[in-house]
């Protein structure tokens, strides 16, 4: 019987500690990824708990390396209760809204609706590199904010809390004005006659490459009556926020705004007013976000702080 190698199986418990350290939160940041963005279908309660679930075990991998997992269990919870409810909040039974907003677009723009005005002159009846890059720019509002999020926490944790409180925030009052005024898109105006036809066109791009994306779009997408203020908008401003002391960051969050804005208004899911109240949002969530930073360190995280530790400590 050949003798062993101390050394070479020192060696090779070595390397595998070393895969481990990096595979472990790699797998733990895509389980993340994945259920933040999941977390915003139509999931059943006992699937949302399992999502919960599955998140926080991912952040008690990443926050064994730099910390900060009461602030991560804050910002999932409040995020995974948040598409758990939105997925409600066109059953209250209150009146959905059409005209108002498309009086506001005719006021703002002298008679013209620049949803309409885009389409007539840019879209062409089929899906070209236009429809391809505003459908990618629009799909991306999905990760973009749990990515900011997560690059913050690596780069610059010390703006990370205000970060999770202004997410959640913004979030929540829009939450709270669709509950109370739910307000249809371009597209679905359209259809009732309020507008001239007009077409949906991330749909029509997710269907023209796979039927599964255009599935897999329905599961996440967008509530058909809360248009009113754009998250997508608000949270696109958000960042644009968070990078604003940055010079490339900041150019590249602007831009990224500006497409995002074009994307949302040529597509026909958001108005102009829409993107406004977002905008509108964005910045003054994440300049009261500033004030509120102390009451989450004393008092939010109290409760979650606990379970949190543990799953560090483990």
């Given at each position: 019987?050949?003798?062993?190698?101390?050394?070479?199986i020192?060696e090779?418990?070595?390397?595998?500690?070393?895969?481990?350290?990096?595979?472990l939160?790699?797998?733990?940041?895509?389980?993340?990824?994945?259920?933040?963005?999941?977390?915003?279908?139509?999931?059943?309660?006992?699937?949302?708990?399992?999502?919960?679930?599955?998140?926080?075990?991912?952040?008690?991998?990443?926050?064994?390396?730099?910390?900060?997992?009461?602030?991560?269990?804050?910002?999932?919870?409040?995020?995974?209760?948040?598409?758990?409810?939105?997925?409600?909040?066109?059953?209250t039974?209150?009146?959905?809204?059409?005209?108002?907003?498309?009086?506001?677009?005719?006021?703002?723009?002298?008679?013209?609706?620049?949803?309409?005005?885009?389409?007539?002159r840019?879209?062409?009846?089929?899906?070209?590199p236009l429809?391809?890059?505003?459908?990618?720019?629009?799909?991306?509002y999905?990760?973009?904010?749990?990515?900011?999020?997560?690059?913050?926490?690596?780069?610059?944790?010390?703006?990370?809390?205000?970060?999770?409180?202004?997410?959640?925030?913004?979030?929540?009052?829009g939450?709270?004005?669709?509950?109370?005024?739910?307000?249809?898109?371009?597209?679905?105006?359209?259809?009732?006659?309020?507008?001239?036809?007009?077409?949906?066109?991330?749909?029509?791009?997710?269907?023209?490459?796979?039927?599964?994306?255009?599935?897999?779009?329905?599961?996440?997408?967008?509530?058909?009556?809360?248009?009113?203020?754009?998250?997508?908008?608000?949270?696109?401003?958000?960042?644009?926020?968070?990078?604003?002391?940055?010079?490339?960051?900041?150019?590249?969050?602007?831009?990224?705004s500006?497409?995002?804005?074009?994307?949302?208004?040529?597509?026909?899911?958001h108005?102009?007013?829409d993107?406004l109240?977002?905008?509108?949002?964005?910045?003054?969530?994440?300049?009261?976000?500033?004030?509120?930073?102390?009451?989450?360190?004393?008092?939010?995280?109290?409760?979650?702080?606990?379970?949190?530790?543990?799953?560090?400590?483990?």
């Amino acid at each position: 019987m050949r003798a062993r190698n101390p050394s070479l199986i020192a060696e090779t418990a070595l390397a595998l500690r070393e895969i481990l350290r990096w595979l472990l939160p790699a797998a733990a940041l895509v389980v993340l990824l994945f259920t933040l963005v999941v977390s915003r279908g139509t999931l059943s309660l006992g699937g949302y708990g399992v999502a919960l679930a599955a998140a926080l075990v991912a952040v008690a991998v990443l926050s064994r390396r730099r910390g900060q997992g009461r602030l991560w269990a804050l910002y999932l919870v409040g995020f995974i209760v948040f598409a758990h409810l939105r997925a409600l909040t066109d059953e209250t039974g209150i009146a959905v809204q059409t005209q108002y907003v498309i009086d506001i677009e005719e006021a703002l723009f002298f008679g013209v609706t620049p949803t309409v005005w885009l389409q007539e002159r840019l879209f062409r009846g089929d899906i070209g590199p236009l429809e391809m890059l505003s459908s990618l720019v629009y799909v991306t509002y999905f990760l973009a904010p749990h990515v900011a999020a997560l690059l913050i926490w690596r780069y610059r944790p010390g703006l990370f809390k205000r970060f999770v409180v202004a997410v959640l925030g913004v979030v929540y009052v829009g939450l709270l004005v669709s509950l109370v005024l739910p307000t249809t898109p371009p597209w679905l105006a359209a259809g009732e006659g309020a507008l001239p036809a007009v077409a949906r066109v991330v749909r029509l791009t997710l269907l023209d490459l796979n039927g599964s994306a255009d599935t897999a779009y329905e599961v996440v997408g967008p509530n058909a009556v809360a248009a009113m203020p754009s998250l997508h908008m608000a949270l696109t401003v958000l960042i644009l926020a968070a990078t604003w002391g940055h010079g490339r960051l900041r150019v590249a969050a602007g831009l990224y705004s500006v497409a995002m804005g074009f994307a949302l208004v040529y597509g026909a899911e958001h108005y102009v007013t829409d993107l406004l109240a977002g905008a509108v949002v964005g910045l003054a969530v994440w300049r009261g976000a500033r004030m509120l930073e102390p009451a989450v360190g004393d008092r939010a995280l109290v409760r979650i702080g606990p379970v949190a530790r543990r799953h560090e400590a483990a």
